[in-house]
């Protein structure tokens, strides 16, 4: 875990040299990646291909131990429930040594595949530890899986927008806007219905952007905000499903100072009431434990402090940081 390039070759490479490929998930209810997830990972990717079946087995590691090292007496015992869990095997394809134990114990074929690496050169680990280094080695159906998605907060008038897109176009990826001026021109003009048509859209947007995002996924305000705006402008609390809540986690919080002068373009809220905004925001995000980062300064004074701390998060190489800016 996760399913990589490499894992990918060995599917391939088997499903080439027999009629059916049962693809076996192994996974136990104390790893970090869900093997319901890996399922509908491989699902997804070989949906069209009728030969490849992956196999979900939910595993007890004190009846069947898991090892980093190819083992024949650990393989003696996967063997023995293989055979009585699974149909008749043929082949066993593998990409490690213990391959040619099952295969034995088993009493059928067995192809070791690339066990040298020297085809793909990745390990599951490497990606789990370092997921942007290795970025070009995961397909791109799990690619969402690992992207950050990082969201930018603040009241009216304060660059959300303007510093959302830099920063996508800094770091070579998508973003998402705030979907209010999608659903109406001004603020003053919004109706209790509109919020719920926004925060819908909004989170639609969300989950279809990350499927092409490089990395990173830059976000103008959430559906906090939103429940911001219900509390100010029509004193209610909001409610909304399930999925947008989760459509709405988020790695990252960065909230702008309302510190830069107020700039009236016909569809906002006059300063006061933009203050006023500001502190029911900030007060919603500490209702919900939201941890945000504040950014003060100007314009380029927080789109620099976001770069750094960006940068120092996730570890992005200098001379990827390089490449992307502008």
């Given at each position: 875990m996760p399913l990589h390039k490499g894992h990918m070759e060995l599917i391939e490479f088997a499903s080439q040299r027999c009629d059916e490929l049962t693809v076996l998930i192994c996974?136990?209810?104390?790893?970090?990646?869900?093997?319901?997830?890996?399922l509908e990972w491989l699902n997804n990717i070989y949906n069209a291909d009728h030969k490849i079946k992956p196999r979900l087995l939910i595993y007890d590691e004190a009846l069947l131990p898991n090892t980093s090292t190819s083992s024949e007496s650990v393989s003696r015992l996967w063997a023995g429930y293989l055979k009585e869990k699974l149909f008749e095997?043929?082949?066993?394809?593998?990409?490690?040594?213990?391959?040619?134990?099952?295969?034995?114990?088993?009493?059928?074929?067995?192809?070791?595949?690339?066990?040298?690496?020297?085809?793909?050169?990745?390990?599951s680990t490497q990606i789990r530890n370092r997921p942007f280094a290795y970025w070009d080695f995961i397909p791109a159906e799990i690619k969402p899986y690992?992207?950050?998605?990082?969201?930018?907060?603040?009241t009216e008038s304060t660059g959300k927008t303007t510093l959302t897109k830099k920063l996508a176009d800094f770091f070579n990826t998508t973003y998402v806007i705030e979907m209010a001026r999608e659903i109406l021109e001004k603020t003053l003009?919004?109706?209790?219905?509109?919020?719920?048509?926004?925060?819908?859209?909004?989170?639609?947007?969300?989950?279809?952007?990350?499927?092409?995002?490089?990395?990173?996924?830059?976000?103008?305000?959430?559906?906090?905000?939103?429940?911001?705006?219900?509390?100010?402008?029509?004193?209610?609390?909001?409610?909304?499903?399930?999925w947008i809540d989760e459509a709405n986690n988020f790695d990252l919080y960065l909230y702008l100072d309302n510190d830069v002068p107020h700039v009236q373009d016909g569809t906002r809220?006059?300063?006061?009431?933009?203050?006023?905004?500001?502190?029911?925001?900030?007060?919603?995000?500490?209702?919900?434990?939201?941890d945000y980062i504040l950014l003060k300064g100007d314009w380029n004074d927080k789109f620099g402090k976001a770069i750094t701390?960006?940068?120092?998060?996730?570890?992005?190489?200098?001379?990827?940081?390089?490449?992307?800016?502008p």
């Amino acid at each position: 875990m996760p399913l990589h390039k490499g894992h990918m070759e060995l599917i391939e490479f088997a499903s080439q040299r027999c009629d059916e490929l049962t693809v076996l998930i192994c996974a136990t209810v104390d790893e970090p990646i869900a093997g319901s997830v890996r399922l509908e990972w491989l699902n997804n990717i070989y949906n069209a291909d009728h030969k490849i079946k992956p196999r979900l087995l939910i595993y007890d590691e004190a009846l069947l131990p898991n090892t980093s090292t190819s083992s024949e007496s650990v393989s003696r015992l996967w063997a023995g429930y293989l055979k009585e869990k699974l149909f008749e095997i043929d082949i066993f394809f593998s990409s490690e040594p213990y391959g040619k134990y099952m295969g034995e114990f088993l009493g059928c074929e067995y192809v070791i595949y690339d066990a040298q690496r020297s085809i793909t050169s990745i390990s599951s680990t490497q990606i789990r530890n370092r997921p942007f280094a290795y970025w070009d080695f995961i397909p791109a159906e799990i690619k969402p899986y690992y992207v950050k998605k990082i969201c930018i907060y603040g009241t009216e008038s304060t660059g959300k927008t303007t510093l959302t897109k830099k920063l996508a176009d800094f770091f070579n990826t998508t973003y998402v806007i705030e979907m209010a001026r999608e659903i109406l021109e001004k603020t003053l003009e919004c109706e209790e219905h509109h919020l719920m048509e926004i925060a819908t859209l909004h989170a639609k947007t969300i989950n279809e952007q990350v499927k092409s995002a490089n990395k990173l996924l830059f976000v103008d305000t959430d559906i906090n905000i939103t429940r911001s705006y219900s509390k100010f402008l029509f004193k209610k609390q909001m409610e909304v499903p399930e999925w947008i809540d989760e459509a709405n986690n988020f790695d990252l919080y960065l909230y702008l100072d309302n510190d830069v002068p107020h700039v009236q373009d016909g569809t906002r809220l006059e300063k006061t009431d933009r203050d006023l905004l500001n502190d029911c925001h900030q007060r919603e995000l500490t209702d919900r434990n939201i941890d945000y980062i504040l950014l003060k300064g100007d314009w380029n004074d927080k789109f620099g402090k976001a770069i750094t701390i960006i940068n120092e998060r996730y570890g992005f190489p200098v001379d990827e940081i390089v490449q992307a800016s502008p």
